[in-house]
């Protein structure tokens, strides 16, 4: 056995990489500078912490997120590694002796944030430790094309350039496109390095997208079909989030709440609710999960669908990080696109931009905000749609996502197709989605009386069309080129030069439109600890179920003694392996996936002890 893997075994109890980490592993071992673009929950960690403890000397590992950090650096220390974190929630006298013990090697990671880098503090202790590895995760921070930038990871080639060796670089993200990519590795002046890609699918996430008509009661019969798992609900304002979460709250759910208007304390009080599982359900707006890797999310949902498919990758992707059956559904309404819209129009985020990149801004997030919204309407698979995104290629059916599992029928939609870009083109092309459908659907509102749009000669022609079809015939018009939307602030829908051969009838438009939309939680319910994630599909018998339980307790009662949350402990997936092999042994309890030598020792014979 290679020494990476007897390490894998020993301090995190897995018994193989998984795609892409050895490769990265090996890389990082033979010095050569190294990056790695995995999705969420892929297990990038494991990427720098196997070679960190086979090197000499101390990795550091630059991170934006002080959540993140401290997660980490507890579940290290809990597999018996030294490990700690060097950033602003530490009070000064904490940073000085943590910076102390440093200087004495006392340990093997360090998590620092980047501004600290070049501060004095710290450099005294960095220019005179043997620094073998600099670890820059969620490296699309120093891109400016990226997500999140963070001006503060421009100081890493600062403070590389000062260290008196240059160590292996080695950087991580789970940002793919290309733009970003490049800029990571020019930006961090990365040396011929070896970069491996991993797939960006997960599996194990079911996907699903709803327009339900009543989101809160849609969202109401999910929960009750998931009763005790831990789920996060993402809202677009704040002002949704007060409001889910006093609904459910006041409905008996056990929930808490998240987002930037709230206290600092509440917040933290709050996120350490979910985290620590006292909290089953989390309301929140995207501020929320940035680097929290609770491996037990069970589910999302997005009460809002949010501004670009990143985002939401990113933040259904928190789901089922365990590797565990978890399930993304998305409720979809019309206002979400004009909330969205309102955000760009008055981001202020962007105000250092001068005024031409700015608009060049706005304009990509107008782009990013539709193909979000063409996600919502498409009728292939969901999967597919995400990973051709992100620029890779499915396989156009994946069997685990809502599109995949409905019945569609292929209906004829040409006379929709021809009121539609008739209204556009009779309309002079002066209006956005909204007024065409309106005009169509022959509304009487303000808007369509001050345009004169009464007076088309498409108004009200499709009355007897339902909105919903209206809308989808509009997304796939626009999808498949036969009418398109400017990127400007107005969206406005113009013609283009396939428009003609709908108008004359030359073309007939069929498309895929569900027959009935069943509902995810329906199909999935009972699916979570059954038959997913490579153990086979048998499903948990009676007392298995039981079991599982009493291992659940075990392990809640261990994280309170630690003061850790339980899936540090042992994740949800370690305690299913647990039921299956019904360990009566040591070197069975060790063979279980997530049990090393460091956790048996504190926790394995409390464990064996249920099975006796
Ligand atoms: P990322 O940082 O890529 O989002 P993490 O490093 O947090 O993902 O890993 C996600 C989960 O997968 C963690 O619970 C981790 O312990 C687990 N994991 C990582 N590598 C392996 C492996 N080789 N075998 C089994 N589980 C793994
Ligand atoms: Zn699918």
Not at 391 to 407: D, R
Request: aromatic share 10%; charged share 25%; proline share 3%.
């Amino acid at each position: 056995m290679s020494q990476a893997k007897k390490i894998l075994k020993q301090y995190f109890g897995y018994d193989s990489f998984r795609e892409g980490q050895e490769e990265l592993v090996e890389s990082i071992l033979e010095g050569r500078d190294t990056f790695g673009i995995m999705p969420t929950g892929a297990g990038k960690s494991i990427c720098f912490q196997v070679p960190a403890l086979i090197m000499e000397g101390i990795t550091l590992v630059i991170s934006p997120l002080i959540s993140l950090m401290k997660d980490q650096v507890e579940g290290l220390n809990q597999a018996g590694v030294h490990a700690a974190y060097l950033n602003s929630s530490l009070t000064a006298g904490q940073y000085q002796k943590a910076l102390g013990l440093a200087a004495q090697g006392r340990y093997k990671i360090i998590y620092v944030a980047p501004e600290r880098l070049v501060t004095d503090s710290f450099l005294g202790f960095a220019l005179h430790a043997d620094i073998s590895m600099l670890v820059v995760d969620e490296a699309h921070c120093v891109s400016q094309w990226g997500q999140d930038f963070r001006p503060s990871y421009l100081k890493i080639m600062e403070f590389i350039e000062r260290l008196p060796k240059r160590p292996v670089i080695s950087a991580f993200t789970a940002t793919a496109t290309k733009e970003v990519r490049d800029d990571i590795i020019d930006i961090l002046l990365l040396q011929n390095p070896r970069v491996v890609t991993t797939g960006f699918d997960r599996p194990n996430l079911y996907f699903a997208v709803q327009s339900p008509k009543d989101k809160y009661a849609s969202m109401k019969n999910f929960l009750e079909l998931h009763p005790g798992q831990s789920g996060i609900i993402y809202c677009l304002t704040r002002k949704y989030v007060e409001e889910v979460y006093g609904r459910l709250k006041g409905e008996g759910f056990s929930v808490t709440k998240y987002h930037a208007g709230l206290p600092d304390g509440e917040r933290k009080a709050n996120q350490e609710d979910f985290i620590y599982s006292r909290a089953q359900i989390m309301v929140a707006t995207n501020a929320f999960g940035m680097g929290i890797d609770k491996s037990d999310v069970r589910f999302v949902v997005h009460y809002n669908m949010p501004k670009n498919m990143e985002s939401y990758y990113q933040e259904a992707g928190r789901a089922g990080r365990d590797g565990e059956a978890a399930e993304c559904v998305l409720l979809y309404a019309g206002q979400d696109v004009v909330t969205n819209q309102f955000f760009i129009d008055n981001n202020k985020e962007n105000q250092d931009l001068d005024e031409i990149t700015r608009r060049l801004v706005a304009q990509r997030d107008r782009e990013r905000l539709k193909k979000m919204t063409f996600y919502c309407f498409t009728n292939e698979c969901l999967r597919d749609y995400t990973l051709r995104y992100f620029g890779e290629y499915g396989s156009g059916y994946c069997g685990n996502c809502a599109n995949c599992l409905s019945h569609f029928e292929t209906v004829d939609v040409t006379e929709i197709a021809k009121g539609i870009v008739g209204c556009v083109g009779s309309s002079r092309q002066r209006f956005g989605t909204n007024m065409i459908i309106d005009t169509l659907h022959g509304a009487n509102t303000a808007k369509i009386r001050n345009y004169r749009m009464d007076a088309n000669p498409h108004y009200g022609e499709l009355a007897k069309v339902p909105l919903y079809k209206l809308r989808k015939v509009m997304n796939h018009l626009q999808l498949y080129g036969y009418l398109n939307v400017t990127n400007d602030e107005y969206a406005i829908v113009k013609l283009t030069e396939k428009s003609e051969a709908v108008l004359l009838g030359k073309e007939q438009i069929m498309m895929k439109m569900a027959k009935e939309q069943e509902h995810p939680a329906k199909i999935k319910k009972g699916k979570v600890r059954k038959g997913t994630a490579g153990f086979g599909d048998a499903a948990f018998n009676k007392e298995e179920e039981e079991m599982f339980e009493k291992l659940r307790a075990l392990r809640t009662e261990i994280a309170r003694e630690e003061g850790v949350p339980p899936y540090i402990v042992f994740s949800d997936k370690t305690l299913v392996h647990m039921c299956i092999l019904k360990p009566a042994t040591k070197e069975e309890m060790l063979s279980v996936t997530g049990v090393g030598e460091f956790k048996y020792e504190k926790y394995g014979s409390r464990f064996l002890a249920c099975f006796r």
